[in-house]
């Protein structure tokens, strides 16, 4: 099998393909994008990879373009891995279209977990008003609202929902999930399906959006889903920028329902300096950064290894792509 592979990612699981030697001819791609291979150097015509490991570091730069022009030009490509969490972008289905069976990886969903829990406590808390009175050095006492007995909303129950699902609860919070199936799921004591999300969202004090985007899912935060908010609620979107009708949004905040909002990702990307989301008073905001944790890297590693063990060996992948979350 030829591989495409960042090196950085490479050197991280190098020890890990000892078992698979003699099986794999390794196509590197340094941090300038030049592909390489048992010292000579190629091109994307020349390449001609098999299969390749789009991993986070590797989807950034020079090398991006060299792995996604690398595969796009493979002639005999069969398998592609990769990190993103979501697979809206056109690239992922023209991947697919040639005939490459394309696997995901779930190492983003821990940190984008704890992302959620941090800034729902961040906001029940109201921890930018403590810190505001401590650098004021007043000795003000503020009642903040525990998030124990909360009911939340958590609309795309996969591996990142599933994460917030577990973590939330722990903290004696009541789950409701949506999914396409409605299937039931031990995290959630009641679940629905995406057709019956505005009708669970009156009772919701949080709401997750950690759907893929989709031609289902595109847009679903609108006008109406805002007005069947509750009052008080906070919106959470790790998502998609898309999921949310932005205008629809800043009315709905104006209005004072939600209360609050929380957005790691935005329809424009990077976010303009004129957005009225920098400083909105309601908005908390990152940078589609809820993903940035320490232990990343390693998850998706590990992922994509066993993945790799299963392809020579003729086994089932891991977490296939669904073919209704591709950018079409």
């Known amino acids: ?91 992922w289905a023209q991947l697919v279209d040639k005939g490459a069976v394309l696997t995901t990886s779930h190492g983003q969903a821990l940190c984008i977990a704890e992302y959620v829990l941090a800034e729902v406590l961040g906001h029940f808390q109201r921890l930018g008003e403590r810190r505001a009175e401590q650098a004021a050095r007043r000795w003000t006492r503020s009642q903040f609202r525990e998030i124990a007995g909360a009911s939340w909303l958590i609309v795309g129950f996969g591996a990142i929902g599933r994460g917030v699902a577990e973590r939330a609860k722990a903290f004696g919070v ?30 919701a004090d949080v709401v997750v959006l950690a759907t893929p985007l989709n031609q289902e899912t595109r847009g679903m935060a609108d006008a109406a889903f805002f007005a069947a908010m509750k009052p008080r609620s906070v919106l959470v979107n790790v998502g998609r920028g898309d999921l949310v009708d932005e205008p629809a949004l800043l009315a709905a905040l104006a209005a004072g329902i939600p209360e609050h909002a929380i957005l790691d990702v935005f329809h424009d990307e990077p976010l303009k300096d004129d957005s009225p989301f920098w400083d909105h008073p309601r908005v908390s905001m990152t940078p589609h950064a809820s993903a940035f944790g320490s232990g990343e890297a390693a998850r998706n590693d590990v992922i994509f290894v066993e993945n790799l063990r299963r392809r020579l060996a003729g086994e089932p992948p891991l977490y296939e792509a669904d073919p209704r979350d591709l950018g079409r």
């Open 1 to 91: 099998m030829r591989l495409l592979i960042y090196e950085p990612a490479l050197r991280r699981i190098e020890t890990q393909l000892a078992p698979f030697q003699g099986q794999l001819q390794l196509l590197v791609i340094g941090s300038d994008g030049a592909i390489t291979c048992e010292g000579q150097t190629l091109d994307a015509d020349t390449a001609q990879p098999d299969a390749g490991w789009l991993s986070a570091d590797g989807m950034m730069g020079a090398a991006q373009r060299s792995l996604m022009v690398g595969l796009l030009k493979a002639e005999h490509l069969k398998w592609v891995h990769t990190a993103a969490a979501g697979l809206d972008h056109p690239i």
């Open 174 to 203: 009541r789950i409701v999930g949506v999914r396409r199936s409605g299937a039931p799921d031990p995290l959630a004591e009641k679940m629905g399906s995406l057709v019956e999300v505005k009708s669970l969202l009156p009772a």
